[in-house]
């Protein structure tokens, strides 16, 4: 299973969008998921679609979060990601199964 693509779409003289990089990383660790960030002053299309929103999180190319972002708000986001994946909902279903024994 490929691990989830998080994005920060960001900007370089944004300090809430280091913020959010920052506890990305800090829970990457415990969930597997792979982080970019994009500055958003060098892609136009992100620049025309987004403006002065930033930070934003794209979870495999999904708007999911914006602004200000804790940890638990990105782990839940995350997950449901991973929910909306039915190879993940099958895994889960039998680690569910095999822990009630």
């Not at 500055?39 to 299309?45: G, L, M, N, T």
Request: charged share 25%; net charge positive; hydrophobic share 40%.
């Amino acid at each position: 299973m490929n691990p989830l693509l998080v994005t920060i779409v960001s900007r370089h003289d944004c300090h809430l969008c280091r913020v959010v990089y920052r506890v990305a990383e800090q829970i990457q660790p415990d969930i597997s998921f792979d982080l970019v960030a994009v500055d958003i002053d060098s892609d136009q299309r992100l620049l025309a679609q987004y403006g002065d929103r930033v930070p934003v999180v794209l979870i495999n190319g999904r708007e999911t979060l914006s602004g200000k972002v804790t940890g638990g708000e990105l782990r839940e986001a995350i997950k449901k990601a991973r929910w909306r994946n039915p190879v993940s909902r099958i895994l889960s279903r039998v680690k569910l199964a095999l822990t009630r024994g």
